[in-house]
Nanobody, 126 residues
Framework: QLQLVESGGGLMQPGGSLRLSCAAS????????IGWFRQAPGKEREGVSC????????YYADSVKGRFTISRDNAKNTVYLQMNSLKPEDTAVYYC???????????????????WGKGTLVTVSS
């Protein structure tokens, strides 16, 4: 069974940090670009950050540039999203996605995704 499983979400105060992980089972992430998306209550899902198969190319939404860092460890079949300087507006369900066709910016713009995880909730509040 092909699965993406997110972990690392939780409650954090503004200004704090969290690291999300996305682990794949049933397939190898080496052949996929990976993205992190989020959906806040009452809002559409948006692309946060995406990374190419090799890790050599990345894309960030303007709202997270300079605060979030995406990385991948293909040996561990896992992708990470380090989130620093968290703000209340970062509160959302964060989803991991994998795609074998598109490059990072089109993927983050929602052009095509092969697989989705079920999401992990991040709440930023004092």
């Amino acid at each position: 069974q092909l699965q993406l499983v997110e972990s690392g979400g939780g409650l954090m105060q503004p200004g704090g940090s969290l690291r999300l992980s996305c682990a794949a089972s049933g397939f190898t992430l080496d052949y996929y670009a990976i993205g992190w998306f989020r959906q806040a209550p009452g809002k559409e899902r948006e692309g946060v950050s995406c990374i190419s198969r090799s890790g050599g190319s990345t894309y960030y939404a303007d709202s997270v540039k300079g605060r979030f860092t995406i990385s991948r460890d293909n040996a561990k079949n896992t992708v990470y999203l380090q989130m620093n300087s968290l703000k209340p507006e970062d509160t959302a369900v964060y989803y991991c996605a994998a795609d074998s066709i598109t490059t990072v910016q089109p993927m983050c713009e929602g052009v095509h995704v092969d697989y989705w995880g079920k999401g992990t909730l991040v709440t930023v509040s004092s």
